[in-house]
C-alpha cells in the first residue's frame, strides 16, 4: 500500500482502475481484464448488486477504507470507482 500511495496521482489512478478491472473480470469469469473497459458502466458488464457486493468487499479489504453499499451506483465504472477509493486514500493518509 506504501508503494501505491507513493505513486504518482496518474499512476496510481491506473493501478487502482487495473485492480478494479481486474476484480470485477474475477467475479464475471472474464478471461482477460481487459475484456473490462474502464469505462463502461458495471451494469453493461452483467453486474448487479448482488455481484458487486463481492467486489465491494474485495475493495474493502484490499484498501482499508469502507465503501457504501451503493458504491457501485454512485461510482458505475471502473474509471470513477477507481478515482474515488484514490480520493478516499490520499484522504486517509493525509488526516
Aim: no cysteine; net charge negative.
Amino acid at each position: 500500500m506504501a508503494a501505491l500511495l507513493a505513486a504518482p496521482s496518474e499512476q496510481r489512478r491506473a493501478s487502482i482502475d487495473q485492480y478494479v478491472r481486474a476484480k470485477v473480470a474475477a467475479v464475471l469469469h472474464f478471461d482477460d481484464v481487459d475484456a473490462v473497459d474502464s469505462t463502461v458502466e458495471f451494469v453493461r458488464l452483467g453486474l448487479d448488486s448482488l455481484v458487486f457486493v463481492e467486489v465491494k468487499n474485495s475493495l474493502e479489504s484490499a484498501f482499508g477504507v469502507p465503501l457504501p453499499a451503493s458504491v457501485a451506483l454512485q461510482y458505475p465504472t471502473a474509471e470513477a470507482l477507481a478515482e474515488y477509493l484514490d480520493g478516499l486514500l490520499t484522504t486517509e493518509t493525509t488526516a
